[in-house]
Nanobody, 120 residues
Framework: QVQLVESGGGLVQPGGSLRLSCAVS????????MGWYRQAPGKQRELVAS???????DYADSVKGRFTISRDNAKNTVYLQMSSLKPEDTARYYC??????????????WGQGTQVTVSS
């Protein structure tokens, strides 16, 4: 079965950086749109970033200019580079494989998530 395995989360100080990775097995990621969601305690899950099969990316307003989504098709891996991290970025981050419907990203398959904590 298809698996999405996230890694790279952890504890970081405000202003720091982290790179999350999402390794995908049993499917060729270049054929699919991919995205990252996050969910903080007591909050709804929100779409952070998505990327099309043509490597066009889109971001939530709250992370624009700070986060970058990318893919390495040779490694079948998707990344989320996060910089200038803020305490409000603290959440569990989920990788997903999806598609675009009427220009909106729709997730289909999810990973288990990786925790990011931004704190001094």
């Amino acid at each position: 079965q298809v698996q999405l395995v996230e890694s790279g989360g952890g504890l970081v100080q405000p202003g720091g950086s982290l790179r999350l990775s999402c390794a995908v097995s049993r499917i060729i990621v270049s054929f699919y749109a991919m995205g990252w969601y996050r969910q903080a305690p007591g909050k709804q899950r929100e779409l952070v970033a998505s990327i099309t099969t043509f490597n066009q990316s889109d971001y939530a307003d709250s992370v624009k200019g700070r986060f970058t989504i990318s893919r390495d098709n040779a490694k079948n891996t998707v990344y989320l580079q996060m910089s200038s991290l803020k305490p409000e970025d603290t959440a569990r981050y989920y990788c997903n494989l999806g598609r675009y419907v009427n220009s909106h990203y729709v997730p289909d398959l999810w990973g288990q998530g990786t925790q990011v904590t931004v704190s001094s």
